[in-house]
């Protein structure tokens, strides 16, 4: 009758551990099991480890086909946003001398700039530096 008692102490400790570990993976750590479900897709866990913003960005490039660009002011003074865009877009490469030119969209853009799509966040125009 002891061992009985021992085995299921055990067993509803075994249970308990299991259910702590639960509550700790999905309310305290920030883990997604989403990215779990397809961890080899091309997009997997983009939308949980980048902002909204850098996402933006790389769709605009995409569907803009450019293969060289360049970022206003404002994105290169916001180190987290210059820095991840450029890495990001990688094989598309930063250029400053680029027509194609990224805004936040609380940015006015500059002289010799014409607006080609606004989007939530950012602001891409065509730029000419005579």
């Known amino acids: 009758m002891n061992e009985i008692k021992q085995k299921k102490l055990k067993f509803f400790f075994l249970i308990l551990c299991v259910i702590q570990l639960l509550y ?40 803009h086909k450019l293969s060289n660009y360049n970022l206003s002011k ?6 987290y946003l210059y820095q991840r865009s450029i890495e990001f877009s990688y094989p598309i ?5 680029a027509k194609a030119t990224f805004f936040l969209t609380n940015e006015k853009l500059t002289s010799g700039c014409q607006e080609i799509e606004n ?9 000419s530096y005579d």
């Open 93 to 97: 490469r930063f250029n400053n001398n």
């Open 74 to 79: 404002g994105i290169k003074e916001n180190t």
């Open 24 to 63: 700790l993976l999905h309310y305290r750590s920030g883990f997604k099991f989403e990215i779990l479900k397809n961890p080899f897709s091309e997009k997997s866990g983009i939308n949980y480890s980048l902002s909204s913003e850098i996402v933006e960005f790389k769709e605009l490039l995409i569907n």
């Open 119 to 127: 989007s939530k966040y950012l602001k891409l125009a065509k730029c």
